[in-house]
Structure formats: structure tokens, C-alpha cells
């Protein structure tokens, strides 16, 4: 799975900042929480679990649930209908819901060389996970730092909302290597084409 750049619908991205906005993050530039083993992979490199986590118990309702606490997270953080309103306050209530459940438990174990790695008591649930994602975004949302620091991505179509906690808090795009990238090629090729015409 590439971290800075998507190349295929089953790549996936965590450059967001947060667990919750990368969970937005599933929708661009299409679906990307599909099936299962996709879901499956974004839960590992998430961080949700530590990697080597048998998630074999997963079926097909998860990728719904993921989705319906997407869904939500959007209205939130977008503000999307505005705060106050049906919407707004549904998505508000589903998320607080979500966020009831306890989350994965995790330990910390001897690894094969003796450190201490993380490890969870046993394989999470759909609901534990959830649980996780909506408490971070309870924690987002009521923190007006980390809310100060929400940022629309900059570039061409693209919808990612990131946490910007650069130098001077001057980010403009979800990802250099992505956006940035695209946007200093169309630069480019506009300098270039003022050049020709000239």
C-alpha cells in the first residue's frame, strides 16, 4: 500500500493527521472500502490494529458500517448541512452512539527480540473499531486547536480534509508527493505554454 502516492482504486493513503480523517479520506478519488480485504488492509494501516491482527472474522456488513460512520464524520467535519440542523444533529447523535462502545483493549507484550510491542487481547469487532474512529473524531471536533488546524485540500477536485500542523501552518495540499505534485506539473505546463505563445 503506497502512503504518498495512489496509483490503483485499492491503494490507500494515511496522511491526514487523524484516524478519522483518514477514514474521509476512503472516498477519493472513488470508493475505495469496497470489500472486505480492503477494509481489512486500511484497519491494519491505520494503526486501528497492530499488524499481524487476524481480522478473518470481518464479513460483509463492515464495510457498510465503515461507510454509515463515514458518512457522518463528512457531515461534522464538512459542516455539511450546517451545524444545527437535522442532519447535523443525526450525525452528531450516530457518532456519540458509535463512540459508547469500547474500543480495542490493547497490551503490551514481549516481541521476539524482547521489546515490548502492542498486541490486543483478541481479534476486535466491528463495533470496538468503529468505537475508535468515532472517539477520535469526538476528540477532534471538541478540541478548537486541533479544529483551528482543519484544512481543505488545495488541489484540482480533490475533497481530502487534513489536519495542518506544518511550520506557520502553511500546508496547502492533502500531499505534496499527490497534489502538490499535480499542481506544480499544471504550473509547469502553463509556463511552458506562455513560453510557446510568446
Do not use: K
Not at 458518512?71 to 452512539?97: C, F, K
Amino acid at each position: 500500500m503506497a502512503l504518498g502516492t495512489v496509483t490503483a482504486p485499492h491503494e490507500l493513503r494515511f496522511d491526514t493527521g487523524r484516524i478519522c480523517l483518514d477514514l474521509l479520506a476512503t472516498t477519493h478519488p472513488e470508493e475505495r472500502l469496497g470489500s472486505v480485504d480492503v477494509l481489512s488492509a486500511w484497519i491494519t494501516g491505520s494503526g486501528l490494529v497492530p499488524a499481524g491482527t487476524p481480522l478473518t472474522h470481518a464479513d460483509g456488513a463492515w464495510p457498510v458500517a465503515f461507510r454509515e460512520l463515514r458518512g457522518h464524520l463528512a457531515r461534522l467535519v464538512r459542516g455539511r448541512p450546517a451545524p444545527g440542523s437535522a442532519a447535523y444533529g443525526l450525525a452528531l447523535t450516530r457518532v456519540n452512539e458509535i463512540a459508547r462502545a469500547a474500543p480495542p483493549a490493547p497490551r503490551a507484550v514481549p516481541g521476539d527480540d524482547g521489546t515490548l510491542v502492542r498486541r490486543l487481547e483478541e481479534p476486535p469487532g466491528c463495533a470496538a473499531l468503529l468505537a475508535a474512529i468515532a472517539r477520535d473524531a469526538v476528540d477532534l471536533l471538541t478540541d478548537p486547536h486541533a479544529r483551528a488546524c482543519l484544512r481543505q485540500c488545495e488541489g484540482d477536485n480533490c475533497p481530502i480534509v487534513y489536519l495542518d500542523t506544518s511550520r506557520g501552518r502553511r500546508r496547502r495540499w492533502c500531499s505534496s508527493e499527490v497534489c502538490g505534485n499535480r499542481e506544480r506539473v499544471a504550473r509547469h505546463r502553463r509556463r511552458a505554454a506562455a513560453l510557446t505563445r510568446a
